[in-house]
Each structure stands twice: as C-alpha cells, then as structure tokens.
C-alpha cells in the first residue's frame, strides 16, 4: 500500500486560473463572494481526500466502500462545479457557498474537526 493520498476522481490537467475572472469583474462584490464560494468548494475537496485517504489507510478499510465512493463523488462534484463557477452567476455562487460550505462542516465532523 502506498502513502500517497488517493486523487481517484481529481482532474488530470490543473484548474483554470480564476485571476482572469476576478480581475475582469466589474462588481467587487461579486468577485468576493466568488472567491468566498471557491474557497468552500476547495475546503470541502479537502475534507473529502483527507477521509478517503484516512479510511484506506485503515488496518481494516470500510470494506463496502460506501463512504469512500460518497467521498469521492462528492469531491469530484465540487472540482466539476469549481471549474465551470462563473463569477457572473451570482445565484450559482450562492447556491455553491452554500452546498459546499454545509458539506465541509459535516466532513470535518466525519473527521473529528
């Protein structure tokens, strides 16, 4: 077994810079709360790939996998929404502050946080 952490479900590529989008907002506060909502989505991949890998690390992993897909769908739904995030979305914004943000904090339950 390896000590690298599993990225099962991370993109290959690296993620567009956001910087062209926040430089070329008109509306400073859309650009916060962009930056407020992608900085959910990146806490919530975190907490995902910290539980993932933590429970295959385990003596005994969940031998179901059922908590690790979730995780790992879960993670790959949030960099699909951190990659097409506009900041233009307002309503998009929201919706993913809020999604994400919610679901960080149950996995830094999940987590012991």
Aim: aromatic share 4%; hydrophobic share 35%.
């Amino acid at each position: 077994m390896t000590n690298a952490p599993d990225l099962t479900g991370m993109p290959d590529e690296p993620v567009p810079p956001m910087l062209t989008q926040r430089l070329h907002a008109e509306d400073p506060a859309a650009t916060v709360a962009y930056d407020i909502a992608i900085e959910a989505i990146n806490q919530a991949i975190g907490c995902c790939t910290a539980l993932i890998d933590r429970e295959l690390k385990k003596p005994q992993p969940d031998q179901s996998h059922i908590r690790v897909d979730e995780w790992r769908t879960s993670r790959g739904e949030a960099v699909a929404t951190r990659r097409t995030l506009q900041v233009y979305d307002t309503e998009a914004v929201e919706q993913a502050t809020r999604r994400y943000s919610e679901l960080a904090q149950q996995l830094e339950k999940v987590f012991g946080l």
